[in-house]
């Protein structure tokens, strides 16, 4: 079971690490083989290799003057799920984006080992 700190000290740390565009800070929270899923349909992004990559093409270079607000979260013995509202400039689309999500993570010794997100993103005006 995930303690209420725990899952605090995760989802603040993840927020850190996107808003600050820090590769070094997401792989704090993962373990060495953890799956990075961000899209329902395709393969996940594996190890901290496969993370740090992913988060710093679509994180660091994609993305700036981000933010993100944590909505809900909930802890079902070891995944822990959670709701956030985020905004960022797209680097790539050249307009301000927000994107509402929910995050799907198994926790493994107080680290994700497995993480599914399903989210919709509008262009805001």
């Not at 600050?20 to 395709?42: C, H, M, N």
């Not at 079902?76 to 709701?83: G, H, M, S, Y």
């Not at 509202?85 to 307009?95: C, P, R, V, Y």
Request: proline share 1%; aromatic share 12%.
């Amino acid at each position: 079971m995930i303690t209420k700190d725990v899952a605090e000290k995760i989802l603040e740390t993840y927020k850190q690490a996107w808003i600050k565009q820090d590769v070094a800070k997401i792989l704090s929270i993962f373990t060495q083989d953890a799956e990075y899923k961000e899209r329902a349909f395709e393969k996940p992004h594996k190890g901290h290799k496969g993370i740090a990559s992913y988060w710093q093409d679509k994180v660091c270079d994609e993305q700036s003057n981000i933010t993100f607000k944590l909505l809900n979260y909930y802890v079902i013995d070891n995944v822990l799920i959670a709701e956030w509202d985020a905004s960022f400039d797209s680097n790539i689309k050249k307009h301000r984006t927000r994107i509402k999500e929910v995050a799907i993570m198994e926790i493994k010794e107080g680290k994700i080992s497995s993480l599914r997100e399903y989210w919709q993103s509008k262009k805001v005006d």
